[in-house]
C-alpha cells in the first residue's frame, strides 16, 4: 500500500507564507504525476498545482505567481511553496499521487489527509 502525509498547514495572516510537503511511503513501483488540490467550506474541490515526472508544472489561475510545486523524487516528496497568502486561499489542502504499487499491474490516486491552511488578519 501508499500512503502519504501531509504537514506544513497552519494559522497566518495576508501576506504571509507556507511549506506544505506530503511524503509517499510504502510498498511503491514508482510515482509519476504529483499534485495539490484544495477545498474550501461549501466549495468543490480545486486543483492547484501539478507536476509531472518530467518536473513539468501548470497552476490554477488564482495562484499562479504565488505558489510553487517542486518535488524530490528521492524522498518521493512533493512540497507547496505558498508565498502572498490571501484569505481567499483558506482551504483544507490535500495532496495527490499517481502512483504504481508494488506488486500491481495499474497506477491510482492516492490523497493525503488533508492539512488546513487559515488565512485571517
Known amino acids: 500500500q501508499v500512503q502519504l502525509v501531509e504537514s506544513g498547514g497552519g494559522l497566518l495572516q495576508p501576506g504571509g507564507s507556507l511549506r506544505l510537503s506530503c511524503s509517499a511511503s510504502g510498498s511503491i513501483n514508482s510515482i509519476n504525476v504529483m499534485a495539490w488540490y484544495r477545498q474550501a467550506p461549501g466549495k468543490e474541490r480545486e486543483l492547484v498545482a501539478v507536476?509531472?515526472?518530467?518536473?513539468?508544472?501548470n497552476y490554477a489561475d488564482s495562484v499562479k505567481g504565488r505558489f510553487t510545486i517542486s518535488r524530490d523524487n528521492a524522498k518521493n516528496t512533493v512540497y507547496l511553496q505558498m508565498n502572498s497568502l490571501k484569505p481567499e486561499d483558506t482551504a483544507v489542502y490535500y495532496c495527490?499521487?499517481?502512483?504504481?504499487?508494488?506488486?500491481?499491474?495499474?497506477?491510482?490516486?492516492?490523497w493525503g489527509q488533508g492539512t488546513q491552511v487559515t488565512v485571517s488578519s
Open positions: 507536476i509531472t515526472s518530467g518536473d513539468s508544472t
Open positions: 495527490n499521487v499517481v502512483a504504481l504499487a508494488r506488486g500491481s499491474s495499474y497506477r491510482r490516486n492516492y
